[in-house]
T-cell receptor, first 115, second 114 residues
Framework: AQSVTQLDSHVSVSEGTPVLLRCNYS??????LFWYVQHPNKGLQLLLK??????LVKGINGFEAEFKKSETSFHLTKPSAHMSDAAEYFC?????????????FGAGTRLAVHP | ETGVTQTPRHLVMGMTNKKSLKCEQHLGHNAMYWYKQSAKKPLELMFV???????ENNSVPSRFSPECPNSSHLFLHLHTLQPEDSALYLC?????????????FGSGTRLTVV
């Protein structure tokens, strides 16, 4: 079975400094991986996805993630945090099954951005 | 607006009430999902419907009853709930098979059982 582990439940950064949210995955074959963001009292929004093309994936709002098979990692980064980035972030692995795909979510990392 | 609409946004119900949550998408997606998001717990997949047929029930108690009349609409009927069922219920949809498709999520229904 596939799974993801988000290594930090909370991350706190200052505005303008880099963001690193860590994710490791477990998969028996080449996975599809996603990062979603959830702002308070909102649904989840897709930030970016990796689907076996380029290992460095660029997403919305300046975020990017690098797929490293040797490390089974898919960490999310952003060069410079903005106050509006404060939210909860979910690393997700996809498990294909019978005509649809099932997403397996990590426990989430809450990002706080301080002035 | 993501293309997946959930109503109501907030719901407070007593343990003996019967209520329904509604989800609607006009994205042409063939699969629809219900997820439960509780505080301090990972998102839990509840049900999956693919082309109106239920393909997954993740050991959900029978007090939750899903209905999918067509590929664009998904309901979650609730009856005799417990306080621990209070959570954010998220609906999502996706298109196609294979692993390349993420989900489009609705904004959720915040349910409080009193």
């Amino acid at each position: 079975a596939q799974s993801v582990t988000q290594l930090d439940s909370h991350v706190s950064v200052s505005e303008g400094t880099p963001v690193l949210l860590r994710c490791n995955y477990s998969s028996s074959y080449s996975p599809s991986l996603f990062w979603y963001v959830q702002h308070p009292n909102k649904g989840l929004q897709l930030l970016l996805k990796y689907t076996s093309a380029a290992t460095l994936v660029k997403g919305i709002n300046g975020f990017e993630a690098e797929f490293k098979k040797s490390e089974t990692s898919f960490h999310l980064t952003k060069p410079s945090a903005h106050m509006s980035d404060a939210a909860e972030y979910f690393c997700v692995v996809s498990e294909g099954s019978g005509g649809y795909n099932k997403l397996i979510f990590g426990a989430g990392t809450r990002l706080a951005v301080h002035p | 607006e993501t293309g997946v609409t959930q109503t109501p946004r907030h719901l407070v119900m007593g343990m003996t009430n019967k209520k329904s949550l509604k989800c609607e998408q006009h994205l042409g997606h063939n699969a629809m999902y219900w997820y439960k998001q509780s505080a301090k717990k990972p998102l839990e997949l509840m049900f999956v419907y693919n082309f109106k047929e239920q393909t997954e029930n993740n050991s959900v108690p029978s007090r939750f009853s899903p209905e999918c009349p067509n590929s664009s609409h998904l309901f979650l009927h609730l009856h005799t709930l417990q306080p621990e069922d209070s959570a954010l219920y998220l609906c999502a949809s996706s298109q196609g098979s294979g692993n390349n498709y993420g989900y489009t999520f609705g904004s959720g229904t915040r349910l409080t059982v009193v």
